[in-house]
């Protein structure tokens, strides 16, 4: 584990140009060090986003998050609760979007010279369908999808938000893909994930799969009454073999909080 590290906010060119603000965390030492996209969840960018990028670092990643919701929140100047709220509102972030805030993000890493090159991208709930976009659309070397709701399938009727599904894109994936899902999940529920299971094998893609008895949506969630610890461990510890395996080795061996 990496002891040292720095944590701050910077500021990183998004979609079209805008600079938006981003959380960066990253090990202290000469590297070099792969680079993590987080992707955080419809909560927005919020502390427990933050606390999964300083997890990184300590493992010995260079972890950048964006906020995906800088423009609903008054350029990055509204609470995190508010700022969703008025992404919600607004159908969700756009795709076309978050493609460009995350990939100014990723390119913000290149300017430090402990980088290795090596680029992930991992999110959390929306960020999970997001991160699956991501690995569709950049030039990733892997890619890590946590319960990920309207890849496959729409939200349902009534709800603001205004997102597609991505499965039939499937084909165009660039990298390897780790899905870890709850069977006590709705977005996406098992049959979902079994309707992108077949799409990925039928593609010829490089991927696994994990799946949690007595875990729901957001069981990775610390703060947040879906945690559940047994399923958080073991899917901590895949990441961090899955990252070490496309990423570079990491400095420590998955881990319990």
């Known amino acids: 584990m990496y002891t040292g590290l720095i944590a701050e906010e910077v500021r990183v060119t998004g979609h079209e140009g805008l600079e938006i603000n981003a959380y960066l965390a990253r090990p202290l030492g ?3 060090f792969g680079g993590v996209g987080v992707v955080h969840h419809m909560p927005g960018f919020d502390e427990a986003t933050t606390e999964i990028a ?3 670092a300590a493992h010995g990643y260079m972890a950048v998050v964006p906020n995906l919701h800088f423009r609903e929140g008054d350029g990055g100047k509204a609470a995190p609760d508010d700022a969703a709220a008025a992404s919600r509102a607004a159908g969700g972030v756009p795709d076309e979007r978050f493609v460009g805030d995350l990939a100014g993000a990723l390119r913000h890493l290149e300017s430090y010279e402990e980088f290795s090159g090596k680029k992930g991208v991992i999110g959390y709930c929306s960020g999970g369908r997001q991160a699956f976009l991501a690995a569709l659309s950049l030039d990733l070397d892997a890619a890590v999808d946590c319960y990920g709701a309207f ?11 205004r997102v597609t599904p991505l499965v039939a894109r ?16 709705k977005f ?6 079994d309707e992108l299971e077949v799409a990925l094998e039928q593609a010829g893609k490089t991927y696994e799969f994990h799946r949690y008895d007595g875990a729901g949506h957001g069981f990775f969630a610390v703060d947040r009454t879906m945690y559940r610890p047994e ?20 400095s420590g061996e998955g881990a319990s909080a």
């Open 30 to 32: 000469p590297g070099p």
């Open 170 to 185: 499937t084909g165009e994936l660039r990298c390897p893909l780790l899905g870890l899902f709850g069977n006590e999940d």
């Open 188 to 193: 996406p529920s098992p049959e979902q994930v």
């Open 231 to 250: 399923a958080a461990v073991d899917g901590w510890q895949r990441i961090f073999e899955f990252f070490g395996r496309h990423l570079g080795a990491t």
């Open 54 to 56: 300083r997890k990184f």
């Open 151 to 161: 890849v496959v399938g729409n939200p349902p009727e009534g709800t603001s938000l």
